[in-house]
């Protein structure tokens, strides 16, 4: 056998749920470790609304990590999509990263978590993230050793996702669980999402950056069309919609005179012309569509069917 095949035989590859509450920084952590902005971040709860891949490669192998909504009390159709796709991973993954907060450790959520957990079987890493939050390190103690009791002997991993020297113990705790095999994907590939999908998330984010109280989540985007450069160093030219549920939120999408869609609509467009590598032309249109986040075809038109 020769050195080669060898080495190619000790690789490991699969999938990693990374799941927990709503903004304990799942999407932060699994862009630090990808090295690529895969998901949109926010302040605000419930930012990721879909099962995001991504992938992450060393000489260990290949990880997919798949960042999951967070968990949080369902109130409409999407909620409860989002919170069924972030459960039903753990049942499908080689191992599951549980994200936990470092200055509110255990609510419900973890506690529903922990009995799906354990029903599921998989092996399981229990992070307790932010831990850069805490007043004082040595606070960190007590809460591994509260975690560590109820965790049976699943790894307990303090950590900041915004602190990069974190996370090589993290993927030396991950690689072990994960099943002998070459790549799932090429190299050069750190997501499995379409250009549209990362068009609609760069605008979403925008939204949910310059909206407050219940307008960002009651926002959706919608790629209406999108059409490639017609000549090299040509621009792309995208239409998108802003959904909202009730008129009295269109007005404060768009703001005064229309300067907060102009910022976002500036924001966004920067940043695609980043990601596609050529100019892009943008135009947003605000829509109000009441209920949209209970309807299932407007849903399904934003992958969230
Ligand atoms: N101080 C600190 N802030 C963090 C850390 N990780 C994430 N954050 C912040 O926490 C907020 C939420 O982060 P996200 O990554 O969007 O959280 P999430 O778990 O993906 O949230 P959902 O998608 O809503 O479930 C953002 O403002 C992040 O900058 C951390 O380790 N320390
Ligand atoms: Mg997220």
Same mark, same amino acid.
């Given at each position: 056998m020769s050195a080669d095949i060898k080495s190619k035989n000790d690789l490991r590859s699969g999938f990693v749920s990374v799941v927990g509450r /709503? =903004?304990?920084?799942k999407s932060t952590l699994v862009n630090a470790i990808v090295g690529e902005k895969v998901a949109i971040v926010t302040p605000?709860?419930? !930012? !990721?609304?879909n099962v995001i891949r991504g992938i992450y490669n060393d000489k260990r192998g290949q990880i997919v990590f798949m960042d999951t909504p967070g968990l949080h009390k369902p109130r409409t159709r999407m909620n409860e999509t989002m919170v069924r796709q972030a459960m039903d991973s753990i049942r499908s993954v080689d191992a599951v990263l549980w994200l936990l907060d470092a /200055?509110?450790?255990? #609510?419900d959520e973890e506690e529903r978590l922990f009995a799906a957990l354990r029903e599921a079987g998989r092996p399981v890493v229990m992070a307790i993230n932010q +831990? &850069?939050? @805490? #007043? =004082?390190? $040595? @606070?960190a103690l007590p809460l591994i050793a509260e975690l560590s009791q109820k965790a049976q002997g699943w790894p307990v991993y303090p950590m900041s996702?915004? =602190? #990069?020297? &974190? +996370?090589p113990g993290l993927l030396d705790l991950l690689f072990p669980l994960l099943p002998e095999g070459?790549?799932?994907?090429?190299?050069?590939?750190? !997501?499995?999402?379409m250009e549209r999908q990362l068009v609609a998330e760069i605008v979403r984010e925008q939204v949910f950056a310059r909206t407050r109280e219940e307008v960002p989540h009651c926002a959706g985007v919608l790629v209406e069309s999108f059409h490639e450069a017609k000549e090299e160093g040509g621009r792309v030219v995208i239409h998108c919609s802003i959904l909202v549920?009730?008129? $009295?939120?269109k007005p404060i999408v768009i703001g005064r005179g229309g300067q907060n869609l102009k910022a976002i609509g500036t924001a966004a467009r920067q940043e695609m012309q980043r990601l596609l590598g050529c100019p892009v032309e943008l135009r947003l249109f605000v829509k109000v569509h009441p209920n949209w986040r209970d309807n299932p075809q407007i849903l399904r038109e934003m992958g969230l069917g």
């Amino acid at each position: 056998m020769s050195a080669d095949i060898k080495s190619k035989n000790d690789l490991r590859s699969g999938f990693v749920s990374v799941v927990g509450r /709503t =903004n304990v920084g799942k999407s932060t952590l699994v862009n630090a470790i990808v090295g690529e902005k895969v998901a949109i971040v926010t302040p605000k709860p419930q !930012t !990721t609304r879909n099962v995001i891949r991504g992938i992450y490669n060393d000489k260990r192998g290949q990880i997919v990590f798949m960042d999951t909504p967070g968990l949080h009390k369902p109130r409409t159709r999407m909620n409860e999509t989002m919170v069924r796709q972030a459960m039903d991973s753990i049942r499908s993954v080689d191992a599951v990263l549980w994200l936990l907060d470092a /200055t509110a450790l255990w #609510k419900d959520e973890e506690e529903r978590l922990f009995a799906a957990l354990r029903e599921a079987g998989r092996p399981v890493v229990m992070a307790i993230n932010q +831990i &850069d939050r @805490l #007043k =004082n390190k $040595s @606070l960190a103690l007590p809460l591994i050793a509260e975690l560590s009791q109820k965790a049976q002997g699943w790894p307990v991993y303090p950590m900041s996702a915004l =602190n #990069k020297a &974190d +996370i090589p113990g993290l993927l030396d705790l991950l690689f072990p669980l994960l099943p002998e095999g070459e790549p799932l994907f090429p190299e050069e590939v750190y !997501t499995d999402q379409m250009e549209r999908q990362l068009v609609a998330e760069i605008v979403r984010e925008q939204v949910f950056a310059r909206t407050r109280e219940e307008v960002p989540h009651c926002a959706g985007v919608l790629v209406e069309s999108f059409h490639e450069a017609k000549e090299e160093g040509g621009r792309v030219v995208i239409h998108c919609s802003i959904l909202v549920e009730r008129e $009295s939120q269109k007005p404060i999408v768009i703001g005064r005179g229309g300067q907060n869609l102009k910022a976002i609509g500036t924001a966004a467009r920067q940043e695609m012309q980043r990601l596609l590598g050529c100019p892009v032309e943008l135009r947003l249109f605000v829509k109000v569509h009441p209920n949209w986040r209970d309807n299932p075809q407007i849903l399904r038109e934003m992958g969230l069917g």
